[in-house]
């Protein structure tokens, strides 16, 4: 998948499915494009790899948070070999070598101060993910700011109405990504 691909689905389709193994497989029923797998396991990861593209879908794995799968070069190509289209994390080197791999790659980001937000100004000069995710989703004014740069910007975390998946999507994220089932339908 290319980011161009990736981009246009997401414009479609703006909600992304954020699951834990229990909600994989509501997750391939609902509207949503793109899966974000949160808590992928080695033993498990590759069969929902599977299902997510005989679904449609494109499926990102967050690193950081797999389990039994290595968070570094060997992960990453395991990854890229199952089939996997990007992954997620908060280390830039890991987010490098997505492209190596030809995965794309998410750098995700928390907001948590000012201090926070320019430790991810300083990040984003020196690296090039395909994508950012920014969380809290709710930090709008955060969203703005690195929207209007040239890397898309994903909001995630703590968004939990559809006024709060509007209201970023106003500040300027392409997309939001989010657990709640019931958002993965608007």
């Not at 834990?20 to 509501?26: N, P, V």
């Not at 994390?89 to 000012?114: I, K, P």
Request: charged share 25%; aromatic share 6%; proline share 3%.
């Amino acid at each position: 998948m290319t980011k161009q691909e990736l981009l246009d689905r997401l414009e479609q389709s703006p909600v992304i499915a954020a699951v834990q193994d229990t909600a994989f497989e509501a997750a391939l029923r609902s509207p949503a494009e793109v899966i974000f797998c949160l808590k992928a396991n080695l033993l498990t990861v590759k069969e929902q790899v599977k299902a997510a593209h005989e679904a449609g879908k494109c499926v990102f794995v967050h690193l950081d948070l797999a389990d039994g799968i290595g968070k570094d070069k060997v992960g990453v190509a395991y990854l890229a070999g199952i089939g996997v289209d990007g992954i997620i994390s908060t280390r830039t080197q890991l987010v490098r070598l997505a492209s190596e791999y030809g995965l794309l790659g998410v750098q995700r980001f928390f907001a948590l101060d000012s201090k926070g937000v320019e430790s991810m100004a300083e990040t984003l000069a020196g690296a090039a993910p395909d994508l950012i995710e920014i969380m809290p989703g709710i930090a709008g004014k955060v969203i703005e700011r690195f929207a209007r740069g040239a890397t898309p910007v994903i909001a995630g975390g703590l968004i939990e109405t559809k006024k709060e998946v509007t209201s970023v999507l106003e500040h300027g994220a392409l997309a939001v990504s989010t657990g709640r089932e019931e958002l993965w339908y608007l």
